[in-house]
């Protein structure tokens, strides 16, 4: 059975894309066979594996999460291979935009989990690169993951809206009965020597009460550039900090979800 993380904040240009790309990278490269949901229609997370160039392609001939989501379309058939081996994606669509009108069905929130049940022995981890919003979307993926990582950009405001953030956990957990855990928080674009820096580890420390991960992503300009070539910056450039912070987070996961499996199998949570 997959192990289902959902990578969320609701402020954009926290890094989340940026994590869900490059931990499935590293996790491929661990020997992992990984499926990223691109679940935000600004589709950042398709152009990032893809290209441009293969994305508009993709968009024109194939069907996307939002023919999943919104249409009768197999999970199946939407999943697409990437430029990075062992990783593939099930692509966004810019009308997800949409979603909160057109998933207008009850239990609209459990649908994902449900069209995910066909892919949960073909991959170990999934990933779903959330938007930045607390709307339809970001509760369907709320409701299909076993765990969540919540990506903290080292700035000043960082951890303003988390306390809305961790009462929508405990909302799916409660009302909509569904065991979802907070894995984490992961502190992203951050220098040691900024004072402010600093600060924001220690205040998440206290946060979050401990629940925050030893790796920090380091501001790396690689991790910036690695987009525009539509490759992971594991492959973009396999020695920079960026790829060795990504590789450090990939083994925190993976220990994480190996302690967490056997004190309660992923079976089990389903």
Same mark, same amino acid.
């Given at each position: 059975m997959a192990e289902i993380i959902a990578v969320i904040n609701q402020k954009?240009?926290?890094?989340?894309?940026?994590? &869900? !790309?490059?931990?499935?990278?590293?996790l491929a490269e661990a020997g992992q066979r990984v499926l990223i949901i691109d679940l935000d229609p600004q589709r950042n997370a398709t152009l990032h594996l893809l290209? =441009?160039?293969?994305?508009?392609?993709?968009?024109?001939?194939? =069907?996307?999460?939002?023919? %999943?989501?919104?249409?009768? &379309?197999?999970?199946?058939?939407? %999943?697409?291979?990437?430029?990075?081996?062992? !990783?593939? !994606?099930?692509?966004s669509h810019i009308s997800l935009a949409g979603a909160d009108l057109e998933l207008n069905v009850i239990g609209r929130e459990k649908i994902l989990r449900d069209k995910l049940r066909p892919l949960a022995g073909e991959f170990d981890y999934i990933l779903i690169d959330c938007s930045s919003s607390i709307g339809v979307l970001t509760l369907n993926a709320l409701c299909a993951a076993h765990s969540v990582i919540v990506t903290l950009q080292a700035e000043y405001l960082a951890l303003e809206g988390m306390s809305q953030l961790i009462n929508t956990l405990e909302l799916v957990r409660q009302r909509l009965e569904w065991p979802v855990e907070f894995m984490g928080a992961l502190i992203t674009f951050?220098?040691? $020597? =900024?004072?402010? &820096?600093?600060? %924001?580890? $220690? $205040?998440?420390?206290?946060h979050f009460k401990g629940q925050v991960f030893r790796t920090k992503i380091r501001d790396n300009v690689k991790l910036a550039e690695a987009p525009s070539h539509g490759i992971p910056a594991m492959l973009y450039d396999p020695v920079c900090h960026g790829t060795e912070d990504y590789r450090n987070l990939t083994q925190e996961v993976m220990d994480y979800v190996e302690t967490r499996t056997r004190r309660q199998p992923i079976g089990a949570v389903r």
């Open positions: 954009g240009g926290s890094g989340k894309t940026t994590t &869900c !790309v490059n931990l499935g990278a590293g290209g =441009k160039e293969k994305a508009m392609s993709l968009w024109q001939n194939s =069907k996307t999460v939002y023919d %999943v989501l919104a249409k009768d &379309c197999p999970a199946t058939e939407a %999943v697409a291979d990437t430029s990075a081996p062992g !990783v593939k !994606v099930l692509p951050y220098d040691q $020597r =900024k004072l402010l &820096c600093q600060q %924001v580890a $220690r $205040r998440a420390e206290e």
